[in-house]
DNA sequence: GTAGTCTAGGAAAGGGCTTTCCTGATACGC
DNA sequence: GCGTATCAGGAAAGCCCTTTCCTAGACTAC
C-alpha cells in the first residue's frame, strides 16, 4: 500500500507538498517540484485513500440511494435518473437494494450515515407500519441533524424533500379510461397490502368507480407480489373465481405482464375477451402483444428530480413535487365483448 | 457529529472502552459498563464513522462491481446474483455504471481503489482496444498488488478471476438452431463492432454457418447499439437492403425485441415470414409475442459465481469458469416460409 | 543597506477510530 | 498472608491525509 508519506519521502520533499499536488490545493506550488512528485506518483501507481481522505477534510461526496430493487425496472429508470445528475456533479452513488425488507432498509441507512453519505435517496413505496416509520424517522432525522440531506420518492409518511408520483390520480385516470369503456365487472391485481402505493393506487381507482355510482368488490380485487408471477397468480385466482370479468386493472406493468400471459395461456384474446391496462409506462409495455395500455410515469424524471432536490440547499419546510401522470392509450384496452348500449348522458 | 469521545464522555468511560463495545471486540466488557454505554449510544443515535474506522483497522468491506448500466436487464441480473452473495458474507457493493465509457471505467477503477474495495468485480464486454486494455490492466494490477481482488465477467482480455459466458458456443448453438431449422438468408443484428461479446458470438454464428458450408456475408451484418433501437434500426437497414431475408439472428434479447415490434409495424409475420432469435434468455423472452427462441445464460448465478470467486482466497494461477449455455426453443423459430425439401442428411 | 512584503515549502496539529500495551484490582494457590 | 495469575479498563500510539501556521529566502522600496 503506497501512502503520501512514501511518495513524499521518494519525491524528496514534504507530505503538504505531495498532498497539495494530488488533491489540486489552491496552494501554488513550483513546476519542478510539481513534476517530481507526479513522475513518484506514476511510478508507484499512488492513489490516495479515500476515507484518510474524507477523515482529514470532511466534505461529503457520494449519494445513497436505497431502492427495493434496481433489477426492478421502475427503479432501474429512476436510478438511471439519478445516476445521470449525480455524475455531472461529481457524485458516486451508492446503490441499496433493500429487497422490501424494512430491516435492512435502517442497516442501510445507518450503513450511509456511517459512510458520510451526503444524502440519502430513499425510492419505492412506504410501509403503512407506524413503529417501523417512527424508527426509520427517528435514523433519518439523526441523519438530517448532521447536515445529511434526505429525499424521498412516493413514501409521503416520512419527512424531507420529496417527488411525489401522483399514484392516486393515476388510479384514477386509468380506471376512468377502463370504465368509460364500458367494463362493469373489473378485477384488479394488486400489490401487497401494506404498501402506500398499493393504497393510494387502489384509492384512485374507488374514486373512479364512485364517480360512476360503481364500487370494487373485495372479492374482486386480489393482492400478490408485485411483480410478473403476482400477477399471473392474482389473474389465475381472479378468473376462477369470477369467469365474468371483462377487465383487469394492474397495479403496474409488471404485473400487467403476467396476466397477459395467462391469458394468452387460456387462449382469451386481449382485448377481445378481457381488457388489461398496467401502471407506470416502463420500456416494455409497448412491445407487449397488445401492446399495454398504461399510465405513464415519468421515472427517469423522477430521479434526477430526487437527486437535485436533495443536492440543492435546503429549504426552511420540506418541499414536495408531484411527478404528473399521463394516459397512454394504446392496444389491451377495447370494450367489453358483449357490447351494451353506450351509457346515457 | 456524534462522535466516540462523546460517547465515552457523557457515559464516563474511556473511548476504547466505547469503542470495544460498539465494534464487538473480543475482549470483555462488564455488563454494567457495557449497559450505560449502549444507552447513551441510544440516546446520542451514534454511528461510528466509517471512514476513521477503516483507516484504523484497515479491513475491507466493500466490493465494487463496474458494470456498463445496471438498467440494462443483462448487468441486472447479474448483479442481483452478486449482491445476494455479498450480503450473504456482510459485504456492501458499490454499483458503478460506466455506460461503455472508457475513459469512466478508469475512473472508477480508481476510486474504488482509493476506496480500499477488498473487491473489484468487472462485467460486461471488453473492449477491443489494446492501448485501453494496458492502462486498464495496468490499474487493476495496481490494485491487486496492495492485496485487492478482481474478477471479470466476460472480457478475457483482461487477467485475474474470470467467470466466462460460452458466447462463441452459445453463438454456435442459436445459429445451427436457425441453419437447420432450413434457413438460408440469414441476417444479424450485431451489437457494436468493438465489444469482445460482438466478436465472439459472430465467431460462433460464423463457425455454424462454415460447419454447413455457407457464410453469413458482412453485407447481412448490420452493427448497431446494444439495446432496442439498435435492434430496430438494424432490422429496417437489412430488410430494405435484402428483402429475401427469412431469419434474423440478434446478438441480445434487446435487440430481438426492437426487431419483433419492427415487424410487427410492417404486418411481417414471425415466425410465419421472418423467423428471429436472441441471446441471453432475459425474463421478458418468454412474454414476448411470439415468445422468443433464444440462448439462455445462467445471468444470477454468473454474478453470484464471479463474486465468489472474488472472496475466496486467491489462486496462483487466475481461473476462468466457463457458464454454460443452453438452447431455448420458443415460439419465434420456425421453418422459412418457402419450405424447401429438408436437408440431405 | 535596512526594513518590509511576498512566496514556496515544511512542521505539526488534528480528524475519529482501533488496538497494543500497561495498570490496578481481584481471585487463586499454597 | 504472600506471590502469582487473571481480568477489566484506560492511556496512547497509529491509520493516512489535509490544512493552518511558520519559517526562510527572495524581492521590492526607499
Redesign the pocket.
Known amino acids: 500500500?503506497t501512502?503520501?508519506?512514501d511518495v513524499a519521502r521518494q519525491a524528496g520533499?514534504?507530505?503538504?507538498?505531495v498532498?497539495?499536488i494530488?488533491?489540486g490545493?489552491s496552494?501554488?506550488?513550483?513546476d519542478?517540484?510539481r513534476e517530481r512528485v507526479l513522475k513518484v506518483v506514476e511510478e508507484l501507481q499512488y492513489v490516495?485513500?479515500a476515507h484518510?481522505?474524507l477523515?482529514?477534510?470532511?466534505d461529503r461526496t457520494t449519494v445513497g440511494v436505497i431502492v427495493h430493487d434496481v433489477s426492478d425496472p421502475y427503479f432501474a429508470e429512476i436510478t438511471r435518473g439519478l445516476q445521470r445528475v449525480a455524475s455531472e456533479r461529481g457524485r458516486l452513488v451508492i446503490i441499496c437494494n433493500s429487497y422490501r425488507d424494512p430491516e435492512r432498509e435502517l442497516a442501510y441507512v445507518e450503513l450511509l450515515r456511517a459512510q458520510q453519505a451526503e444524502a440519502i435517496i430513499l425510492a419505492g413505496s412506504g410501509y403503512l407500519d407506524p413503529a417501523f416509520t417512527k424508527t426509520l424517522t427517528a435514523q433519518l432525522a439523526a441523519f438530517t441533524a448532521t447536515g445529511g440531506r434526505v429525499t424521498v420518492v412516493g413514501r409521503h409518511e416520512l419527512v424531507g424533500d420529496a417527488v411525489l408520483p401522483a399514484n392516486e390520480e393515476g388510479g384514477h385516470l386509468i380506471a376512468s379510461a377502463v370504465f368509460d369503456a364500458g367494463h362493469r365487472h373489473v378485477g384488479v391485481l394488486a400489490s401487497p397490502a401494506g404498501l402506500t402505493t398499493t393504497a393510494d393506487r387502489l384509492a384512485g381507482f374507488r374514486r373512479a368507480a364512485k364517480e360512476r355510482r360503481r364500487t370494487i368488490p373485495t372479492r374482486r380485487i386480489h393482492y400478490a407480489s408485485f411483480d410478473r408471477d403476482g400477477g399471473a397468480a392474482a389473474t389465475v385466482a381472479l378468473l376462477d373465481a369470477d369467469p365474468q370479468l371483462t377487465a383487469l386493472i394492474a397495479m403496474n406493468d409488471t404485473m400487467a405482464t403476467g396476466a397477459l400471459a395467462v391469458l394468452r395461456e387460456r387462449g382469451i384474446s386481449v382485448p377481445g375477451d378481457i381488457s388489461v391496462v398496467g401502471f407506470d409506462d416502463m420500456p416494455i409495455a409497448r412491445d407487449l402483444t397488445p401492446s399495454l395500455t398504461t399510465v405513464r410515469l415519468p421515472l427517469v424524471d423522477i430521479g434526477a428530480r430526487a437527486i437535485t432536490l436533495a443536492l440543492e440547499d435546503p429549504h426552511r419546510t420540506p418541499r414536495r413535487e408531484m411527478a404528473p401522470v399521463e394516459l397512454v392509450m394504446r392496444e389491451s384496452l377495447g370494450p367489453p365483448p358483449t357490447t351494451r348500449a353506450p351509457k346515457k348522458v
Not at 520533499?13 to 507538498?17: D, F, G, I, K, R
Not at 496552494?27 to 513550483?30: E, T
Not at 477523515?55 to 470532511?58: G, N, P, V
Open positions: 500500500m501512502t503520501l508519506a520533499v514534504s507530505p503538504a507538498t498532498s497539495r494530488v488533491s490545493s496552494k501554488a506550488v513550483s519542478e517540484l490516495p485513500n484518510a481522505q477523515l482529514a477534510r470532511s
